[in-house]
């Protein structure tokens, strides 16, 4: 059942995932029309700011050779190297100077897809009394999916808004889906 927009007010958290160069247009996983989502993710950022509403937003953030890259035997090409271009946020991406900025996927030797998997953003989030939050970012079927079900294993309602938010591949998408909405995940259609 699709769920009406939530908005942004005290003992939420905006959190922004992985909205970096490599996988968007151009980039070295390039996700089909991820730029799109740029212009509704600082939407809410502005929402967020004005309601006084932090905002998280991650970044993958792999060492060179990283084990999930295909020239180590995992299943990507090389993405969001430390410190490269292609790991830099959108160029259009309005993050306020307060955002919190976590890593992800330092670890050389395993992949790292959640922003809640070894980055204490669980805990950073409850020291500011945070109960609810509403994910974006990409990709839908991967960081965003694994993120929100951690979420929710942690014990916050969890909102993911499709519109601030694209997959890497459309079925992966359609899967994800589901699988949030099954662990309770609030899926906003629009
Ligand atoms: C991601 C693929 C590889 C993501 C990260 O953040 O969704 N996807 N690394
Ligand atoms: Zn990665």
């Known amino acids: 059942m699709p769920s009406e927009a939530?908005?942004?007010?005290?003992?939420?958290?905006?959190?922004?995932?992985?909205?970096?160069?490599?996988?968007?247009?151009?980039?070295?996983?390039?996700?089909?029309?991820?730029?799109?989502?740029?212009?509704?993710?600082?939407?809410?950022?502005?929402?967020?700011?004005?309601?006084?509403?932090?905002?998280?937003?991650?970044?993958?953030?792999?060492p060179p050779g990283h084990a999930s890259f295909r020239e180590s035997g995992g299943p990507w090409p090389a993405h969001c190297v430390q410190g490269s271009a292609g790991a830099e946020f959108h160029s259009d991406l309005r993050l306020p100077e307060r955002?919190?900025?976590?890593?992800?996927?330092?670890?050389?030797?395993?992949?790292?897809?959640?922003?809640?998997?070894?980055?204490?953003?669980?805990?950073?989030?409850?020291?500011l009394n945070v109960r609810r939050l509403l994910i974006v970012g990409l990709a839908l079927d991967v960081c965003v999916r694994d993120s929100a079900l951690d979420a929710i294993a942690e014990g916050f309602e969890t909102h993911v808004r499709l519109s601030g938010s694209r997959p890497i591949t459309a079925e992966g998408g359609r899967d994800a889906v589901e699988k949030m909405c099954k662990a309770g995940v609030i899926i906003e259609e629009r």
């Open 6 to 62: 939530m908005r942004l007010k005290a003992g939420d958290a905006l959190i922004v995932l992985d909205v970096q160069r490599d996988f968007c247009a151009g980039g070295a996983l390039e996700v089909v029309d991820a730029d799109k989502i740029v212009p509704v993710v600082n939407g809410l950022i502005e929402e967020a700011v004005v309601a006084g509403v932090p905002v998280f937003a991650s970044r993958d953030w792999h």
């Open 99 to 127: 955002a919190i900025i976590i890593a992800k996927g330092a670890a050389p030797e395993r992949d790292q897809l959640s922003a809640f998997n070894a980055t204490g953003l669980a805990d950073r989030l409850r020291d």
